[in-house]
Nanobody, 124 residues
Framework: QVQLVESGGGSVQAGGSLRLSCAASASTYSNYYMGWFRQTPERGREGVAAIGRDGSTNYASSVKGRFTISRDNAKNMLYLQMNTLQPEDTAMYYC??????????????????WGQGTQVTVSS
């Protein structure tokens, strides 16, 4: 089992940057596939980025080239660097952990453990 706690959200103007962090409690963190999701009332929950145990990554087309997911297994940390933020990036952002090899598909049901979320608001 793993507990996840996100931080780093906030308010920023369009074109700005934020870095989200996710602290994981599990001593076996390196065994998990990890992902970032975001949720709005209009779009529901959608996958943003995923990273495998070997560091391989996958991104939603809407964020590719602007967001970067990374992990530090020594520190049990997951990160999401978000650049060139746009108002449509406004959402609650969640980190999640998966044991499924299909983690890269970024389907929410494939992720078993979730953090409480951190709000990102981008103003135009």
């Amino acid at each position: 089992q793993v507990q996840l706690v996100e931080s780093g959200g906030g308010s920023v103007q369009a074109g700005g940057s934020l870095r989200l962090s996710c602290a994981a409690s599990a001593s076996t963190y390196s065994n998990y596939y990890m992902g970032w999701f975001r949720q709005t009332p209009e779009r529901g929950r959608e996958g943003v980025a995923a990273i495998g145990r070997d560091g391989s990554t996958n991104y939603a087309s809407s964020v590719k080239g602007r967001f970067t997911i990374s992990r530090d297994n020594a520190k049990n940390m997951l990160y999401l660097q978000m650049n060139t933020l746009q108002p449509e990036d406004t959402a609650m952002y969640y980190c999640a952990a998966s044991t499924s090899r299909y983690y890269y598909q970024m389907v929410a049901s494939g992720y078993r453990y979730w953090g409480q979320g951190t709000q990102v608001t981008v103003s135009s």
